[in-house]
């Protein structure tokens, strides 16, 4: 079985910034798109930036600029530097992975936990 563990997460003040991790653990064989989404209160979850395992990456409008995602393969981990940021940034940031694991061999898409980011004076 896969799990993702997320840091990172915490308050900040407008204009400042942070740094998620998240790390994949258990039977991988291989991952590929690995992407972080968020959830403001009362809102639905939405798309923040994604990463391929080839290094391509794509980006809301709403981060671009600000926001860069990054990869360690080695490390099977994702990261989102978060700058510039403001209080509509804040939310539950949560972590998704596209994991082929054994023994199933299969394609599967995995979530985090969530952490909570909060942009405020």
Request: hydrophobic residues 35%; glycine residues 12%.
């Amino acid at each position: 079985q896969v799990q993702l563990l997320e840091s990172g997460g915490g308050l900040v003040q407008p204009g400042g910034s942070l740094r998620l991790s998240c790390a994949a653990a258990g039977s991988i064989l291989s991952i590929n798109v690995m992407g972080w989404y968020r959830q403001a209160p009362g809102k639905e979850r939405e798309l923040v930036a994604t990463i391929t395992s080839g290094g391509r990456t794509n980006y809301v409008d709403f981060v671009k600029g600000r926001f860069t995602i990054s990869r360690d393969n080695a490390k099977n981990t994702v990261y989102l530097q978060m700058n510039s940021m403001n209080p509509e940034d804040t939310a539950v940031y949560y972590c998704n992975m596209q994991v082929l694991d054994y023994p199933s061999n299969t394609w599967r898409g995995v979530w985090g936990q969530g952490t909570l980011v909060t942009v405020s004076s």
